[in-house]
């Protein structure tokens, strides 16, 4: 199943570049949905992977982050409202054994949280018993290689104000993960500057 | 400390002295922010019944009774959404109607339908060309009803914390807590979003959905958990559950978007792009073909309906030759919306052409149309509009008054009758009076000329006045 990922990974439209100690790879699919990850260049650690789709009546959307965080600053005047950076903000950030989220600013201690996988509907839910927070997701690379979500491969840690949820990454993804990282090491990524630009 | 007193004492004696007009001007201020009273903000609808007949007085419309009835056959033909391309002519003298009747089938229609209103002047621009903006206006009458995916916020308001900057003036900053059965989030907010949340008179307990893309507040209704403050709100309060889950949702909402809307959507050049584009704010063509065969294709695939509207051209003598020739050709294709056009020219010159028609539109034109005619009000119409109109300006006035006004009104017009009640409930309320009586109405009458009054002083004292070596009748060929 990890196959058909890896086959639309190799039919899209792929632009790579090496900036910031970063390789960056853009992809863009047959249905116009874009792509873009962010791997480092020295550990091949995952930092960014977000996707843009085009909205039903045409145009671009807005980036959705799915691994990383939001850099650009937001504007408050053209968003109308935002959520406030006092609240806990959910980021996720993988290692190379686990998927992982961390959620800062939540400075209630350990026994708060619950952290339920929820097979059936293919996602994990996070709750507080005081009902301040409550966060639904799924994790779209167990998705893409039709996996089942496991409670058994969950764990959780609460530290400095920062609840850590990890999730165990499945033999079939650790595999995928190898056979992309292969693949990729044989892009030919441009250097940031030597931009093609031919007069025409 | 000493001089802090001082200050305040300054400050203080400022206010006292300054508190009448400070305390009206901001009374104002808030009023004006919300709603204006406009030229027609009277009219509420055509004001037929359910059998198309005109009731007398009904909607903020008076007389007009034929005019009306013909008027109300257009909107059922607009509201069954089956034909395409109608064209409608409103004509009649000055101050008789012709726009209160497209408003009242603007306000017929409701919100859902795309009603476009623009002048005949309004596309003579140098932005863009004559046929690109009647082009848009035409696209802009056209809706498409669709799904669409949404991200939205949905929760009860635990609170709204609006602050005023310190020094009085400057952006206001804002902040709202909203929550679910689960969770709890504090949001930061925008101008705009401070503004329709005012507006909307947002308050804790009120469960509230906002649309992310758009910025749209709606309020739901009241939190069960507020109940028991009942007596504090009116009988017709909705109460409903607190959401559950997350706060932000997506969302499958139907909504109207215009073709116009989409145009835009899909022409707007990006990035350091936009640099080379020179955006003169015209549509290429091509965009527009591709969206009408994607529209095309929504329709056949059921997932989308076509809304057709009404465009509305005021002064439409005012377009030229090539507008009607463009109008004719426009009004064919089957996307086109029912065009209502109004004027109150009779048989005047063609713009660009040195030749005579009817309402100054071509006679090839004028064939496509439907006309309805308005005509010139009787006494008791005028009293009666003044009487809607003292209404909608919160004037009081006595009969007396009115009987003088409407005199007025005939003897002058309808227009200049109605600027009158402005200007004497001024009058009246500087003489601290409160209801405006005929002195009033008299010394306005006194102070402000009307159209014929001017024109008789100005036959007068014509040597007087500048360049009045012009010989009359040299004028009167430079004017046609």
């Known amino acids: ?200 | 400390m000493k001089v802090f007193h001082f200050h305040h004492f300054i400050n203080n004696l400022k206010f006292i002295y300054h508190q009448p007009t400070a305390e009206k001007v901001q009374e104002i201020r808030e009023v004006t922010r919300i709603e204006r009273i406009g030229a027609h903000s009277h009219i509420r609808g055509l004001g037929l019944d359910d059998a198309l007949e005109a009731r007398q007085v009904s909607q903020g419309m008076v007389g007009q009774i034929k005019a009306r009835k013909a008027a109300g056959v257009i909107l059922e033909i607009i509201k069954e959404g089956k034909i395409a391309g109608r064209g409608i002519l409103i004509a009649g003298q000055p101050g008789t109607g012709k726009t209160a009747i497209a408003m009242g089938m603007a306000q017929a229609l409701g919100t859902d339908t795309p009603f476009t209103s623009i002048a005949g002047s309004e596309i003579f621009s140098l932005e863009m060309s004559k046929t690109e903006a009647l082009t848009q206006a035409f696209r802009k009458s056209i809706g498409v009803r669709i799904k669409e995916e949404t991200e939205i916020i949905e929760g009860e308001i635990v609170e709204v914390q609006i602050d005023r900057p310190a020094t009085g003036t400057g952006a206001k900053v804002g902040k709202l807590t909203l929550k679910t059965t689960e969770m709890e989030t504090i949001y930061q907010l925008g101008q705009k979003m401070i503004e329709s949340l005012t507006k909307e008179k947002a308050q804790a307990g009120d469960i509230v959905t906002i649309d992310k893309a758009t910025g749209k507040i709606t309020k739901l209704g009241r939190s069960f958990t507020r109940a028991r403050d009942y007596d504090a709100m009116g009988a017709q309060t909705k109460f409903v559950q607190c959401p559950e889950g997350e706060l932000q949702k997506r969302k499958e909402v139907v909504h109207t978007v215009t073709l116009h809307e989409i145009d835009v959507i899909n022409s707007r050049t990006q990035g350091f792009l936009a640099l080379f584009s020179g955006d003169t704010g015209e549509i290429k063509s091509e965009v527009r073909e591709q969206i009408n065969s994607k529209v095309a294709e929504w329709r056949e695939e059921g997932k989308a309906e076509i809304v057709p509207g009404v465009l509305f051209i005021d002064e439409v003598h005012m377009l030229d030759i090539e507008c009607f020739s463009f109008l004719n050709r426009a009004l064919e294709s089957d996307m086109a919306p029912i065009l209502i056009m109004a004027t109150n020219r009779g048989i005047t010159r063609i713009r660009g052409t040195q030749y005579t028609s009817p309402h100054g539109i071509p006679i090839d034109l004028l064939d496509r149309l439907v006309i309805i005619s308005t005509s010139p009000y009787e006494e008791k119409e005028i009293k009666q509009i003044l009487r809607i109109r003292c209404e909608e300006e919160d004037v009081e006035m006595t009969d007396d008054a009115l009987t003088v006004l409407t005199r007025i009104g005939m003897d002058t017009s309808l227009r200049y009758a109605i600027q009158l009640i402005t200007a004497a409930s001024l009058v009246c309320r500087k003489r601290k009076g409160s209801e405006v009586d005929m002195d009033d109405i008299k010394r306005v009458y006194s102070l402000f000329l009307d159209e014929f009054r001017s024109t008789q002083f100005l036959k007068e004292y014509q040597q007087e006045f500048m360049f009045n070596e012009m010989v009359p009748d040299e004028m009167e060929t430079e004017a046609s």
């Not at chain 1, 033999?171 to 292969?182: C, I, N, P, Y």
Request: aromatic share 8%.
């Open chain 1, 1 to 200: 199943m990890a196959d058909l990922w890896l086959a639309k990974l190799q039919s899209a439209q792929k632009t790579c570049l090496i900036q910031d100690d970063r390789r960056k790879i853009h992809f863009t699919f047959a249905d116009g949905t874009e792509m873009a990850e962010e791997y480092d260049v020295k550990t091949a650690d995952l930092l960014v992977r977000k996707w843009r789709k085009k909205g039903t009546l045409g145009g671009v959307g807005r980036w959705e982050m799915e691994v990383g965080e939001q850099s650009l600053p937001v504007n408050l005047e053209a968003e109308g409202l935002m959520e406030s950076n006092a609240n806990p903000i959910f980021v996720r950030k993988d290692t190379k054994s686990h998927f992982q989220w961390r959620i800062r600013n939540l400075p209630y201690p350990i026994n708060n949280y619950k952290v339920t996988a929820k097979p059936e509907e293919r996602h994990i839910i996070i709750s507080t018993v005081n009902k301040k927070y409550y966060k639904k997701f799924n994790i779209p690379d167990l998705d893409r290689c039709h996996l089942g979500i496991d409670q058994s491969s969950i764990e959780f840690a609460h530290a400095n104000n920062t609840l850590i949820v990890s999730y165990k990454k499945p033999q079939e993804v650790l595999e995928m993960e190898r056979k992309f990282l292969q693949e990729m090491k044989k892009m030919k990524a441009s250097k940031d500057g030597d931009v093609d630009c031919t007069p025409s």
